[in-house]
């Protein structure tokens, strides 16, 4: 969880990639609600993670509430 708050509270960070990193649903998830609030990211790599059914709607949630990303 420490990495929710350490996202949603950046303001320097642009650029995340994470891919390949088989993070499990759970950390997505929470990675995923750091970047709900976060306004300066603006392009972020999850692929090939496992985001699962739980993992999918939280990307929804991001991307309804975030509008602001260039490349996913």
């Known amino acids: 969880w420490a990495l929710l708050f350490i996202l949603a509270d950046n303001t320097s960070l642009k650029d995340l990639n994470i891919s390949w990193n088989f993070i499990r649903s759970y950390a997505t998830i929470a990675l995923l ?30 991307l309804i509430a975030n509008t602001g990303y260039g490349v996913l």
Do not use: H, K, M, Q
Request: charged share 25%; glycine share 10%.
């Open 33 to 62: 609600r750091g970047f709900e609030t976060n306004r300066t990211l603006t392009n972020f790599d999850i692929s090939w993670s496992n985001l699962g059914y739980d993992g999918s709607v939280a990307l929804r949630r991001v």
